[in-house]
């Protein structure tokens, strides 16, 4: 095993915001910070969708608003294939809409609110992801 | 006031997974890879957020209700069963395979790069399919009696939200 790229305090600044958008998410509209059921509940739902939009537009402002206090956009280094992608993409999205959420709904908002269904959820994930890294880099070669 | 504070708040989010490197899939694949090229930093992505979040909730929970709302919309759903443990696992699978998780790549968009772009249009159409199949075919994934995927018009599919005011926030 080689340590490689470690940003500790740029990662906890970054983590310390999200917790902090989670919170006041709730606190302004009263809604959990889910990636998954804001972007699902933004196209599928029928009603109540502007504040997903309004959301939705803000997450997206994030990498110009990081280019403009930095002077670079974030980096984005895609190390895997356009299959992989298109693939990865299509799990994530069936995944993610029957286990009832992601990284950020379960991993931040559910263990936050000590939610047993996502002490259930993001260890399964955790590991099925590790376990697919290993598979493909290490089993292989990728 | 109600939209503008949600878009800022968005922003947050969206600035803090630029500066967490949760947008690049390289770094979170090395997280994932402990055997080789291992990146610890995600564990203190993860870390900050739950840590300001499980204090921030404990505050904010014991209001009377959100600024903009007049209830806390917390999801509801306790049950443990195969579509949590199952579909959690597929998003692992996916997750590994990619990179990006939802929350990663919808800030990355406004990147413009093709392939945030690419997993984006992937994963609506996985959570298109999901939505089909459930809302057509497989009748054992619906909950009786309550709102889930195949009805998110109102709550989205991780909110099951009862429509009355909700007493037991706190223990959930």
């Known amino acids: 095993m080689e340590i490689v790229n470690f940003t500790p305090l740029a990662s906890l600044f970054g983590g310390v915001l999200i917790g902090l958008a989670a919170v006041l998410l709730m606190a302004a509209i009263g809604r959990v910070m889910g990636a998954t059921g804001i972007l699902s509940a933004a196209i599928f739902a029928e009603d109540d969708r502007a504040w997903r939009w309004a959301l939705l537009a803000g997450m997206i402002s994030g990498p110009a608003f990081y280019l403009m206090v930095t002077g670079d956009w974030p980096e984005i280094t895609v190390p895997v294939s356009t299959l992989a992608l298109i693939v990865g993409g299509f799990l994530v999205g069936l995944g993610v809409s029957y ?3 992601c990284t950020s709904g379960h991993g931040v908002c559910g263990l936050a609110r000590l939610s047993p269904r996502s002490f259930v959820a993001v260890p399964t994930f955790m590991a099925t992801t590790a376990l697919t890294v290993y598979v493909v880099r290490h089993v292989f070669g990728g | 006031m109600r939209l503008i504070s949600v878009y800022l708040i968005g922003l947050i989010f969206g600035v803090g997974i630029s500066i967490s490197g949760m947008a690049n899939p390289e770094k979170v694949l090395n997280f994932f890879d402990f055997v080789g090229t291992w990146d610890p930093s995600l564990a203190f992505v993860m ?15 014991k209001r009377e209700g959100p600024t903009f709302d007049h209830i806390f919309h917390v999801p509801q759903n306790r049950s443990i069963d195969l579509k949590l443990v199952g579909g959690s696992a597929v998003f ?4 590994g395979l990619s990179g990006f998780c939802p929350g990663g790549a919808l800030p990355a968009l406004g990147t413009g790069r093709w392939e945030v772009i690419l997993f984006t249009v992937a994963l609506i159409g996985g959570m298109g399919v999901a939505r089909y199949i459930n809302t057509h075919y497989d009748k054992r994934f619906q909950t009786p009696g309550g709102p889930d995927l195949h009805q998110p018009a109102a709550h989205g599919p991780i909110d099951h939200a009862p429509k009355g005011p909700m007493p037991e926030h706190t223990h959930n």
């Not at chain 2, 300001?52 to 929970?61: D, E, T």
């Not at chain 2, 692992?92 to 997750?95: F, I, L, S, Y």
């Open chain 1, 99 to 101: 286990g009832s959420g």
């Open chain 2, 47 to 61: 870390g900050g957020a739950v840590v300001v979040a499980f204090f921030g909730y404990r505050f904010v929970l």
């Open chain 2, 92 to 95: 692992g699978v996916g997750w």
